[in-house]
C-alpha cells in the first residue's frame, strides 16, 4: 500500500500542476520549471532503478536500493513506474525549492546568480531528502544499500541510524547535485521570460 501511496502522488503532482497552468494560475515559467525537475529526477531515477532490479534478477553486485515489502510490479515495469513516478515527485519538490527561493530571497528571483538562492536550493533538498529516507525506512518500504554487511560500499556510507536504519550519503550527494544543476538551468531560462517578472508570486498564490 506504501508503495501504491507513493507512486500514484507523484501522478497527482503532476496532474496539479497541470491544472494549474492550464487554469492560468501559474505561468509558463513554473510549468517549464517543474518538467526541468521532472526531467532532471529522471536522470537519477532511472539509474537508481535499473540497478535495483538488475540487483533483483541478476548477479549484479551494486543495488542503489533493498525493498523490504513486497512491490506491485516487478522487472522492466518496476523500472519505469518507479523512475517514473518518482520523477514525478521530483518535480514537485524542485518546485518546493523555488517556493521557499521567492519566501527567502529577495527579488528580482533567477536574474543571475545569486549564492542565497543557491544555498536556499541546497538546503530545503537535503531537508526534504531526508523527511524522504525517513518515511521509507519508518514504513519498512526501503531503505539504501550498504553491503551485505551493513557497513557501506565504495559508493554509499551511513551518516547515522535511526530505529536501527540508516540514513546515506547517496541520496544527499544527488541533492547536492541536482539542486546545482537545476539552478544554472533556471538562470538560463529565466530570460526568456522576462515579461512575467513576478511570476513566482504570481503562480503559488492560489486566492
Not at 17 to 34: D, E, F
Not at 159 to 169: E, N, P, S, V, Y
Request: proline share 4%; charged share 15%.
Amino acid at each position: 500500500m506504501f508503495y501504491i501511496s507513493v507512486w500514484s502522488m507523484g501522478v497527482i503532482i503532476a496532474v496539479i500542476v497541470t491544472i494549474l497552468y492550464k487554469v492560468k494560475r501559474i505561468n509558463k515559467l513554473v510549468w517549464y520549471i517543474y518538467w526541468i525537475g521532472f526531467g532532471l529526477g529522471c536522470v537519477w531515477e532511472f539509474w537508481l532503478s535499473v540497478a535495483n532490479e538488475l540487483y533483483i534478477f541478476t548477479a549484479y553486485p551494486w543495488p542503489a536500493s533493498v525493498f523490504h515489502a513486497q512491490r506491485p510490479v516487478e522487472g522492466v515495469l518496476a523500472i519505469f513506474v518507479i523512475a517514473i513516478t518518482h520523477s514525478l515527485w521530483d518535480g514537485g519538490l524542485f518546485l518546493l525549492c523555488v517556493l521557499f527561493v521567492n519566501l527567502i530571497c529577495k527579488e528580482p528571483y533567477f536574474e543571475k546568480f545569486n549564492w542565497k538562492e543557491l544555498i536556499v536550493l541546497l538546503v530545503i533538498g537535503q531537508i526534504q531528502e531526508f523527511i524522504v529516507e525517513l518515511t521509507s525506512i519508518s514504513n519498512n518500504a526501503w531503505e539504501f544499500y550498504l553491503g551485505p554487511d551493513g557497513t557501506g560500499t565504495w559508493y554509499n556510507v551511513p551518516l547515522f541510524f535511526i530505529g536501527g536504519k540508516a540514513i546515506t550519503l547517496l541520496p544527499q550527494l544527488i541533492w547536492v547535485a541536482a539542486p546545482i544543476a537545476f539552478y544554472f538551468i533556471v538562470l538560463k531560462l529565466k530570460p526568456r521570460f522576462q515579461e512575467e517578472k513576478l511570476f513566482f508570486e504570481r503562480a503559488f498564490s492560489l486566492v
